[in-house]
């Protein structure tokens, strides 16, 4: 009889909803509890919730495949902000969980599960090397990863290292300037950034000034199905800006595959059509072939989190990481 392979925990913790699992190398999922996220009611209760959750989940497998040599316990955490993933905190975060910023989120999630050892990233590094192991990028060594929701959020993995920058700001794709976001607000408190013009939110804004009504993207994908002029030139007008500026990103990063998700692609197929005949029309030639990959995995950011304690990754921490024992 086979060994069974060891499981590896990890949380998404998002500004709505937050998602534990349990995978095993191959990151196919064992056991998986989600829940919303009590972002209005603060890091502590946004905490206690992933906690309770990745407790759950280990309750529910058998706990000690979850367990490294040294019978410690290793979860993986990717959440919204910018994190510092060598000291576990959150560097600076938007407003979608309350008081977010400055938050310990290893060594409170350690605090909350007897010790764990606990590796903290940013949920679209997390979802970059998610899909880099069981999704749209899988076997690529270099991936350029962006999430398109209520922000714009991007990852950069070269040589299957995440890339963090020297202000843990690498892959903010949402934060290049273009020209569709001129004059525009963005989030981050400078002007005609990305995030303003394309991200959900920027979305809404653009059919309205085209003199649509709406208040969410629902309304907005709405139009784009009855045929609504102002919101096909919104959504093309979005895929436009995302598809050019990631032809910009492609010229300096030099990826084997561009993988994309999040919310606000369920506008419409226009959308991810537009990124990509941007994206052909404005690249270098020798990169205008690589693959625009829609993700199609809504556990990736979880599970890329889970797997960074995975033996066959070798991520994000230095050799002090304990490793998890292999089944012969
Ligand atoms: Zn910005």
Redesign the pocket.
């Known amino acids: 009889m086979r060994a069974p392979r060891p499981l590896h925990l990890g949380v998404d913790i998002g500004g709505t909803k937050t998602l534990a699992v349990a995978v095993d190398d191959q990151g196919v999922v064992h056991a998986s509890r989600g829940g919303n996220t009590p972002a209005d009611r603060g890091a502590d209760a946004v905490l206690d919730q992933a906690a309770s959750l990745l407790r759950d989940v280990a309750g529910s497998v058998d706990e000690p495949l979850l367990r490294a040599q040294d019978s410690s316990l290793i979860v993986g955490v990717a959440s919204a902000g910018v994190i510092d993933r060598a000291t576990g905190t959150v560097v600076s975060a938007t407003s979608s969980i309350t008081g977010w910023s400055g938050t310990d989120l290893a060594g409170e999630l350690s605090r909350r599960l007897d010790g764990a050892t606990v590796h903290a990233m940013n949920d679209v590094v997390g979802f970059a090397l998610g899909e880099g192991r069981i999704g749209a990028g899988i076997g690529r060594g270099s991936l350029l990863a962006v999430t398109i929701g209520t922000g714009i959020g991007g990852a950069i993995i070269l040589d299957e290292q995440p890339v963090e920058g020297a202000h843990h700001l690498a892959g903010h794709i949402?934060?290049v300037v273009v020209p569709q976001a001129t004059g525009l607000r963005?989030?981050?408190?400078?002007t005609g950034?990305l995030?303003?013009a394309a991200s959900g939110p920027g979305i809404v804004a653009a059919f309205r000034r085209l003199g649509g009504r709406a208040d969410t993207l629902h309304d907005v994908a709405a139009g784009v199905r009855t045929g609504n002029p102002a919101a096909i030139a919104a959504v093309r007008g979005a895929g436009e800006a995302i598809g050019t500026t990631l032809a910009s990103v492609s010229a300096v990063v030099d990826p084997e595959a561009i993988v994309i998700g999040g919310g606000a692609l369920r506008v419409g197929a226009e959308f991810f059509a537009q990124i990509r005949a941007s994206f052909t029309a404005s690249a270098m030639p020798q990169l205008t072939d690589v693959p625009l990959i829609e993700s199609r995995h809504p556990a990736a950011a979880a599970i890329g989190a889970a797997l960074v304690n995975s033996p066959a990754t070798e991520l994000l921490s230095g050799s002090t990481r304990p490793t998890v024992g292999t089944a012969p």
Do not use: F, N, V
């Open positions: 949402g934060h963005c989030p981050c408190g400078a950034h995030e303003a």
